[in-house]
T-cell receptor, first 115, second 112 residues
């Protein structure tokens, strides 16, 4: 079974440029998460989707960040414009929601460097 | 305010010995706890979890202990192996499958 797929793996851009990250969750997983991980810290949730609905986006900086999951499968996270402080690893995770523990499976992440 | 804390940024252990990684939390509403393991350039991988109705869960060499009164959990790895060298994150949620709150991680180094 294929895991969570993310692309690109690495991205270097100049500040004020736009950038987009793509995530394809594990097949059949209805719940999709985007996390931000700064260097030396644990991941922090940005947004959670149940199918195509964003059910928790309270931590998403909506002035510059946006996300979509139009068909309830793959998802895109966008930053426009990027700032120096956005340099981090962006992780996507998915879960099936069919057991009491709802383990989240993570992709490899996209490492963003803003110059 | 960090709701989940891992106070030891790093831990070094000899191969074959026990590794004990600790985690403290402040939110008494947390009812589900997990440990994730992360290798460089990879995403976190689920290791083991425990519900608040239990105080211990074991899976092979890995055991997680939960002390609700102290708001403390620990991960024991016995015996430790060099392949266990990674960053370990503890995480907690109020409802299983909901938002996970992660600690800052502990880097474990197992020396041959």
């Amino acid at each position: 079974e294929a895991g969570v797929v993310q692309s690109p793996r690495y991205k270097i851009i100049e500040k004020k440029q736009p950038v987009a990250f793509w995530c394809n969750p594990i097949s059949g997983h209805n719940t999709l998460y985007w996390y931000l991980q700064n260097l030396g810290q644990g991941p922090e949730l940005l947004i959670r989707y149940e199918n195509e609905e964003a059910v928790d986006d309270s931590q998403l900086p909506k002035d510059r960040f946006s996300a979509e999951r139009l068909k309830g499968v793959d998802s895109t996270l966008k930053i426009q414009p990027a700032e120096l402080g956005d340099s981090a690893v962006y992780l996507c995770a998915s879960s099936s929601g069919d057991n009491s523990y709802n383990e989240q499976f993570f992709g490899p992440g996209t490492r963003l460097t803003v110059l | 305010d960090q709701q989940v804390k891992q106070n030891s940024p790093s831990l070094s252990v000899q191969e074959g010995r026990i590794s004990i990684l600790n985690c403290d939390y402040t939110n008494s509403m947390f009812d589900y706890f997990l440990w994730y393991k992360k290798y460089p350039a990879e995403g976190p991988t689920f290791l083991i979890s425990i519900s608040s109705i239990k105080d211990k869960n074991e899976d092979g060499r890995f055991t997680v202990f939960l002390n609700k009164s102290a708001k403390h959990l620990s991960l024991h790895i016995v015996p430790s192996q060099p392949g266990d060298s990674a960053v370990y994150f503890c995480a907690a949620s109020v409802v299983a499958g909901n938002m996970l709150t992660f600690g800052g991680g502990t880097r474990l180094m197992v020396k041959p």
